[in-house]
């Protein structure tokens, strides 16, 4: 055997390996709890939607999606709106303490979540902000947004400042070049960070189950409350999982060709 | 109708980069700014565009104090030597993009864009994105964009600098036509003193911060006031060897001697530095009074068509251009030989006796 087909069959069998909780997770989602105990089945003997229906007529599990969606995407906003001035910033201007400030952001994510957890839920209970979905995105802000400093000033380090100049030079003023040509010139630094707040955000458990209760209450906390009076119903758990898995597939999707470019050219 | 530099000191984080310029450019006028890397040519342009704020002094334009001026109010136009174009936007657009924040009419652009284009000869890739391009071409987009709107100044920062020999020597002639008919200030800076004597026009001559010297390009390489004036403008660096004049003779460096020709005739007597181009220094006589030098060969570099010799002996160290290609061991012995009714004489403050009569009438 060739050394090519050799590592063909190799990462073949790897990306197999990879593969089998996830194919495990989609066909448990089409069985029912009765087959999924009984015994050992490569395929839905018995082909089921019933859980899936479950969770899209159920508003209490399919308010759990909406929920997550809306402070994901309110999360990216908040993110980019305060990270993109702050890392044009620390790329174009030089200040006192400027590097120190800089690893001082990033050394926010180095300290354990668990850490935040008690003044975050006592501040927002006592401003009211308890169990809404700002709340959530906020609270994830305090991660997203170092790393979005970080990965932006990488991509805005990499634009010379001479672009700057010769656009204040044009007569543009700071607002129109920033939208207008400097946005244009890193939106594949934009991609990339619009991804990791996306993954960050969507699969954290932590702060968005102690946040919240009823109103804004995340799919992944739902999830972890299906114990029923019959036990835990895996089948719809695992259809759960699977509509949580596609988010994340779609949004990969969408900036795939950023991304590539980010972890040539940036800071990822 | 003027562009005034008036008494320009800048310091950054202590250092000095300009001190004490003064300069005055005329409406309409080609000015070079010549000088090596670090001499304050960039500095000094950015705070004209207003992109840096001198630490004292005032720029005045057409009467009016700049100073206090944001750049996108100055009017002026800059282009680097990196080509700087907006990558996102076509080379139309990029073409277009100063009059289009000027809010100019879609019509009066179109023509414009186009004009300005076919100048540059680039009118084929007006479609197609910078980034597409060849650097010349790069490098037009970006000319474009700064000779399109009508800047009261265009400021060139070693334009020319990042590209290739041929498309130099073509570029830099047609720029001279771009200006022939512009009522702009032109700024051009370059660390080449034949670009500066190939462009013509007013020449500043930058060093360290400072202005040495000032006039045609022509003039200051006929009537250099300094040792440092004539050295700058000379590439590869003049040759300068210490020297005292008695009364029939002079003796540089106590070694060599000859007699004072009708050249130099009537210089006082005392000590002086004699300066002698190396294009002038030969590997036959020229003339009767050359003088034979024996020397050893250090190095010979090869620069495009000519060779730099640098030689030396016991007392002192000479460059020698040479046409042609030559090949020369290392150690190996030369005779070289040095035309004595060709030396520049300065005394020994820096400051410029008598000019070989060769260079004061001859063409640069």
């Known amino acids: ?268 | 109708m003027s562009l005034v530099l008036d008494n320009i000191n800048h310091t950054v984080n202590g250092g000095s980069f300009l001190s004490n310029i003064n300069l005055t450019l005329e409406s309409g006028s080609f000015n070079v700014l010549l000088g090596r890397t670090l001499a304050g040519k960039t500095t000094l342009m950015r705070l004209i565009a207003g992109l840096d704020k001198p630490t004292n002094g005032k720029v005045i334009l057409h009467g009016k104090d700049l100073t206090d001026v944001k750049v996108q109010e100055r009017n002026v136009s800059m282009v680097y030597q990196q080509f700087v174009n907006y990558p996102n936007l076509t080379v139309r657009e990029n073409i277009a993009s100063p009059l289009r924040i000027a809010k100019v009419k879609d019509s009066e652009i179109a023509k414009r864009v186009q004009e300005t284009a076919a100048i540059l000869q680039i009118e084929p890739f007006l479609d197609r994105y910078p980034l597409e391009l060849s650097g010349g071409q790069q490098q037009r987009t970006s000319m474009a964009r700064a000779l399109v709107k009508d800047a009261s100044i265009i400021l060139f920062d070693e334009p020319l600098v990042n590209l290739d020999y041929k498309l130099r020597e073509e570029l830099r002639a047609e720029l001279r036509g771009l200006f022939k008919e512009r009522n702009a200030i032109a700024i051009y800076a370059t660390t080449e003193p034949h670009e500066a004597m190939a462009l013509g026009g007013n020449t500043t001559l930058l060093h360290e911060g400072r202005v040495i010297q000032t006039g045609a390009a022509t003039h200051i390489y006929r009537h250099p006031d300094t040792m440092e004036a004539a050295s700058l403008y000379s590439e590869p660096a003049i040759n300068l060897i210490k020297g005292r004049v008695t009364d029939s003779e002079v003796s540089l460096e106590d070694s060599v001697h000859f007699s004072l020709g009708t050249e130099l005739e009537g210089l006082p007597n005392g000590e002086y530095v004699f300066g002698v181009l190396p294009s002038h220094i030969g590997l036959a006589p020229n003339n009767d009074d050359d003088l034979e030098l024996n020397m050893t060969v250090e190095l010979a570099e090869i620069s495009g068509s000519e060779t730099y010799m640098h030689v030396h002996n016991e007392h002192f160290e000479l460059i020698v251009q040479l046409n042609g290609i030559h090949d020369y061991r290392t150690e190996a012995p030369v005779k070289v030989y040095l035309p004595t009714h060709k030396l520049f004489v300065f005394d020994l403050t820096g400051k410029t006796v008598q000019v070989p009569s060769s260079i004061q009438k001859g063409a640069p």
């Not at chain 1, 087959?35 to 007529?57: A, K, M, R, V």
């Not at chain 1, 308010?63 to 305060?82: E, K």
């Not at chain 1, 029923?228 to 699977?242: K, P, Q």
């Open chain 1, 1 to 268: 055997m060739d050394y090519s087909l050799r590592k063909k069959l190799g990462l073949a069998l790897y990306i197999v390996f990879l593969f089998i909780p996830i194919y495990w997770l989609v066909i448990m989602s089409f069985k029912g709890t009765e087959e999924i105990l009984g015994g050992l089945t490569l395929w839905p003997q018995s082909f089921t939607f019933d859980n899936y229906h479950t969770i899209f007529t159920d508003s209490t599990w399919y308010m759990g999606y909406v929920n997550s969606m809306i402070y994901v995407s309110m999360n990216m906003a908040i993110t980019l709106v305060v990270a993109l001035p702050a890392a044009y910033a620390f790329s174009r201007y030089r200040f006192i303490g400027d590097s120190h400030l800089f690893f001082w952001l990033l050394s926010n994510r180095m300290a354990p979540p668990a850490v935040f957890l008690l003044p975050f839920f006592q501040l927002y209970s006592s401003v009211g902000l308890f169990d809404t979905h700002i709340a959530v995105a906020l609270a994830h802000c305090l991660f997203t947004v170092p790393l979005a400093v970080w990965i932006l000033e990488g991509f805005m380090s990499g634009v010379p400042r001479e672009v700057d100049e010769t656009a204040y030079i044009d007569g543009y003023s700071f607002p129109k070049f920033f939208l207008r040509i400097f946005l244009p010139m890193i939106r594949s630094g934009i991609g990339v960070t619009a991804f990791f707040c996306f993954m960050f955000s969507w699969v954290e458990l932590l702060f968005a189950r102690t946040l919240t209760s009823v109103d804004a209450k995340p799919i992944a906390a739902i999830m972890t409350r299906t114990v029923g009076a019959a036990g835990i119903d895996w089948g719809l758990l695992a259809a759960a999982g699977v509509l949580t898995i596609i988010p994340g597939i779609l949004v990969i999707w969408f900036v795939r060709n950023h991304v590539a470019k980010g972890f040539a050219l940036g800071r990822v």
